[in-house]
């Protein structure tokens, strides 16, 4: 059985650092995950995949921002999110393809499985 549980969002001040963590369960701990985002009133848009052969793929409007990382000892896969802007306001979702491949990409199409998402906010 498939489970996908995203924690770590909160609120932060412009320029703070956030650890977003997707814990996932039914597949095996080297499987690709997207990370994705929705703000109010906005599309749902890819920020960063992690494919099973560990290449890593990032939106460009988050490159030198955002680091994804894997645990494959714990099947987490993290999104370090640093230098936060108001404009990454957003519910993060993590999501799984229902079949891993050694690339990933941030097509939201390409993603079956997918978490509750865990809310950012940036203000001060």
């Known amino acids: 059985q498939v489970q996908i549980v995203e924690s770590g969002g909160g609120l932060v001040q412009p320029g703070g650092s956030l650890r977003l963590s997707c814990a996932f369960s039914g597949f095996t701990s080297g499987h690709a995950i997207g990370w994705f985002r929705q703000a109010p009133g906005k599309e749902r848009e890819g920020v960063s995949c992690i494919s099973s052969s560990d290449d890593t793929t990032y939106a460009d409007s988050v490159k030198g921002r955002f680091t994804i990382s894997r645990d494959n000892a714990k099947n987490t896969v993290y999104l370090q999110i640093n230098s936060l802007k108001p404009e990454d306001t957003a519910v993060y979702y993590c999501?799984?393809?229902?079949?891993?491949?050694?690339?990933?990409?941030?097509?939201?199409?390409?993603?079956?499985?997918w978490g509750q998402g865990t809310q950012v906010t940036v203000s001060s």
């Open positions: 999501a799984a393809p229902a079949w891993s491949t050694a690339f990933c990409g941030l097509g939201y199409y390409e993603y079956d499985y």
